[in-house]
């Protein structure tokens, strides 16, 4: 590919993507689970659950990506059992890289989703009910479909949250480019090696390109959603 | 014992109400705001769960705390309409009328189920979403899939009631058709006389959740104590069948309580049943045949009965073969110095002709 980006920028790029899509993608019916737990039921310890779940938004990035390593390593105990027994590596892979994004953003996804839950009337699902749907019925036809904008809110948000992920990524699964190499990496790369600054400068305004059309897909998707809703 | 007998207390507020439901009928619950009418209708669809009490719907005990028996609002197969309609914004009309309609076991053929849809008006409106509706279409949409679920009793909590007054005016003959020409036992929630008049044949009178009267709506609306400490205003609703026309001035003559009285001409030929209400405050009182008046109406009657309130004074009239309440002020009872048994004539001002027959 070429025209105005070189081979090294496409590949950082469409690499960023793909982390953040997997990322994204993997954390979704989490996220939508642990949003209806938190946003419907009440239980013993839901404090608990709840600063579990937004921990990833104060740990520091650098230190997240330490205990995947040394969790998920090939030598650690769960690292060697995943790769003996399924063949799943997550050291030096995209896929980790794509992990430790989704481990990063999940709160994001949650508070968007728990928002649009606590929202819904609770009238609309009663009058579910008495025409005759149970919980299940209901979460498909009508909580789900009324959460889609926030759904959506929580995506777009990780999505832009993983294509700036630095830390994590740099210190789990390393600096390899076509691999792990992602945007941000490439920035770091570009600022490290001599007469990198127009190459830092080219991927950094990649990177702005990149967040401005996420925010007006953002806008424009929502407005849809909200319309779709009556909102 | 009665269909539903409750008992449910919160904070300020105490519900302790037994009334029968009178099979395939429309049984008005009536009373101010705050009477306890939408605890009564939330706790028969199975939203509140009493404190105690039993409920009993088409022959089946849908609650009952004594032997422990409360089944989902999903299975009871209770219609409502909601005062403030609940339709599922993301859904089109068609799928929010049929939302009930899917998922009921014993729900009403397809064909049907159109001819409802048909009668309501809405088959034009069906790939709409709710919220592009008017107010008026709207309502027809939540009360058209309350009836698709083919419900063994519906429930309608103040359908009219956010609605204005024209709005309400086009709901009115809808309801009205369904009450004709459905089977289906219905509640009818209301604060409003006009609306309880033109379709409910049962009354059940609430205040500060309290059953203040039950009874046939002709016989309840003309009775004095019901509304003494309510907001209310009186009003009396009676059968009455058509007479003749007069087509050159627009009028038609029609009996009601053996008298005959003058309306604007009605849509129902000679023979017909109609039913008409004569609000109290259109009720004026004369000691003298009053023939120089406006007033088409003028009947001689009896004073029955005088019950006075604030300002005012509620006087319940035997005309021929029916009792009317007139509202006048105590000044007023007090000049013309009127008392039980003395022979008054009743200037009636206006008679709102409408509703079901009979």
Redesign the interface.
Same mark, same amino acid.
């Given at each position: 590919m070429g025209g105005i980006l070189t081979a090294a920028e496409w590949q950082a790029l469409l690499l960023s993507l793909r982390v953040a899509l997997a990322a994204v993608v993997f954390d979704l019916p989490f996220a939508f689970a642990a949003a209806l737990l938190l946003a419907r039921c009440r239980f013993p310890g839901k404090w608990l659950v709840d600063g579990f779940i937004h921990l990833p938004l104060v740990l520091p990035p650098v230190a997240l990506g330490y205990l995947l390593l040394i969790s998920l390593g090939t030598r650690a105990p769960l690292g060697a059992f995943l790769l003996a027994n399924f063949g799943i590596r997550f050291v030096f892979s995209w896929t980790g890289a794509a992990l430790a994004s989704a481990i990063l953003t999940f709160p994001f996804q949650v508070r968007a989703i728990r928002l649009s839950l606590e929202s819904q009337?609770a $009238?609309?699902s009663?009058?579910?009910?008495?025409? $005759? #749907? =149970?919980p299940l019925?209901r979460l498909f036809?009508?909580h789900l479909?009324?959460a #889609?904008p926030g759904i959506l809110a929580g995506v777009i948000t990780a999505f832009a949250a993983c294509l700036g992920e630095f830390g994590a990524i740099i210190t789990f699964v390393s600096n390899i480019p076509g691999e792990t190499r992602t945007i941000p990496l490439a920035i770091y790369t570009a600022i490290q090696s001599p007469g990198g600054e127009t190459a830092a400068a080219r991927l950094a305004a990649i990177s702005i390109l990149l967040a401005l059309a996420g925010l007006v897909l953002a806008d424009t998707a929502g407005r849809r959603a909200r319309a779709?809703?009556?909102? | 014992m009665k269909d539903v007998t409750l008992k449910h207390r919160r904070a300020g507020f105490a519900l302790d109400a037994e009334f029968d439901l009178h099979g395939a009928r429309v049984t008005a619950l009536f009373g101010p705001s705050g009477a306890g009418k939408s605890t009564i209708i939330a706790a028969i #669809? =199975?939203?509140l769960r009493p404190d105690r009490g039993r409920i009993t719907i088409a022959g089946e005990t849908v609650f009952d705390s004594q032997s422990g028996i409360s089944v989902?609002?999903?299975?009871?197969?209770?219609?409502?309409m909601?005062q403030?309609l609940?339709l599922?914004?993301?859904l089109s009309v068609e799928a929010n009328l049929f939302?009930?309609w899917r998922? #009921?076991a014993s729900r009403p053929p397809r064909e049907t189920a159109d001819e409802v849809v048909e009668l309501l008006g809405l088959s034009q409106l069906l790939k709409r979403?709710?919220?592009v509706l008017s107010g008026g279409e709207r309502s027809r949409v939540a009360l058209g899939?309350?009836l698709l679920?083919g419900p063994r009793a519906l429930l309608l909590d103040e359908p009219l009631a956010s609605l204005d007054a024209a709005r309400k005016a086009e709901i009115l003959p809808y309801l009205e058709r369904i009450v004709r020409e459905t089977r289906i036992p219905m509640l009818y929630v209301s604060h409003a006389l006009d609306e309880i008049a033109r379709l409910a044949d049962h009354i059940v009178l609430l205040n500060h959740g309290r059953v203040v009267a039950e009874g046939p709506v002709f016989d309840v609306t003309s009775r004095l104590d019901l509304f003494a400490g309510t907001q209310l205003i009186p009003g009396t609703v009676l059968p009455a069948s058509v007479l003749r026309h007069d087509e050159a001035l627009g009028l038609s003559e029609i009996v009601a309580g053996g008298e005959v009285l003058v309306v604007p001409r009605v849509a129902q030929s000679p023979g017909g049943e109609i039913r008409i209400r004569i609000d109290a405050e259109d009720i004026m009182l004369s000691l003298s045949r009053l023939d120089a008046v406006s007033a088409n109406n003028v009947l001689p009657a009896f004073i029955a009965d005088i019950r006075e309130s604030g300002a005012h004074a509620d006087v319940q009239l035997q005309v021929a073969g029916a009792r009317l309440v007139a509202r006048i002020t105590r000044r007023s009872l007090q000049r013309l110095g009127l008392s039980p048994g003395q022979p008054v004539f009743a200037v009636i001002k206006s008679v709102t002709v409408g509703g079901r027959e009979g």
């Open positions: 009337e $009238g609309l009663e009058a579910a009910g008495t025409l $005759g #749907a =149970g019925d036809t009508l479909p009324l #889609a779709s809703i009556g909102r | #669809a =199975g939203l989902p609002p999903r299975a009871r197969r209770i219609g409502v909601f403030d609940r599922f914004p993301h939302y009930g998922r #009921a979403k709710p919220q899939r309350a679920m």
